[in-house]
C-alpha cells in the first residue's frame, strides 16, 4: 500500500511537469523512485504509465504534431534504443551520463544567453539526433536532451514543441514498454504499480494541459531553458557525485 501511494504522488508529479512542457517527466520522476522503490520494479510500471497517459496528451495536442519531424528523428531514435541497451552493457554509466549532462547544460546556457545555434539542413540531421536520443534512452533512460535542444534551435511554438515530443516519446515508449514485457520485467506488482498511479497522473495531464494554455511563448521558452539547465545541473552532480 505504501509502495503504491509513493509511486502514485510521484508519476503525477512527473506528469504534471510532462504534460505542461512535453518532456523531463521521467527526469523528474525516475530519481525519486529510487528513494521509495527498486528501479527494477518502478522503472516499468513507470514506462507502463507513461504510454497510457502520453497517448491521451498526443490524442489532445494531435493538430500541432510536427509528423514529418517526428519520423525523421523516429528513423535513428527506433534503433537507437538497443543500440544504447549495448552501451550499457560495456561502457560506465557514468561516463554516459557525464557527457550528456554536460551537453545538456552547455546548449541551455546557450540558448538562455540567446546564441544562435543551429543545426545544419540535411535529410540525415533528425535521424541522427533521434539515433543519439534512442542510444541515451536505452542506456540511462534520458532520451530528451537531444531532441529538445534540436527543438529548441529549430523555433518550434509553444504547441508544436511540446506536441512533437510528447508524439515522439509515446512511440519511443511503445518500444521500451515491449522490451519490458520480453525481457519478463512486467508482471502482477509492476502492473499493480501502474494502476495506482493513473488517476493521480491522469488528473496531473488535465491540470498540466490547463497551465500550458495559460503560459505565454516567451514564458514557455524561459521555463523549458531552466528545465533544461537544472536538468544539466542535476545529471552532472548525480554522475559526478556517484563516481
Known sequence: MTDCLAFALIAGLGMLVQSTLGFAGSLVAVPLFALFLSPRDAVPAHCCLMLAVNLFLVC??????????????????????PIGVLALKHLPISFLGT??????????????????????????????????????????????PPVVVYALARDWAKNVFRSSLL?????????????????????????????????????????????????????????VLVTVIAVGIAGLLKYLLGQ
Open 60 to 81: 489532445e495536442g494531435r493538430r500541432h504534431v510536427e509528423w514529418r519531424a517526428v519520423r525523421g528523428l523516429l528513423v535513428g531514435g527506433l534503433p537507437g534504443v
Open 167 to 223: 508524439a515522439y516519446f509515446l512511440c519511443l515508449g511503445l518500444l521500451a514498454a515491449a522490451s519490458y514485457v520480453v525481457l519478463g520485467m512486467v508482471r502482477g506488482y509492476q502492473l499493480q504499480l501502474a494502476a495506482s498511479g493513473l488517476l493521480p497522473a491522469m488528473a496531473a495531464a488535465q491540470l498540466g494541459v490547463r497551465l500550458k494554455q495559460r503560459i505565454d511563448e516567451p514564458t514557455f521558452r524561459i521555463a
Open 99 to 144: 557527457a550528456i549532462s554536460a551537453v545538456t547544460l552547455l546548449f541551455g546556457l546557450l540558448f538562455l544567453s540567446r546564441v544562435r545555434v543551429r543545426f545544419p539542413v540535411h535529410p540525415c540531421t533528425e535521424p541522427v539526433v533521434g539515433l543519439v536520443s534512442g542510444i541515451l534512452g536505452g542506456s540511462i533512460s534520458e532520451s530528451g
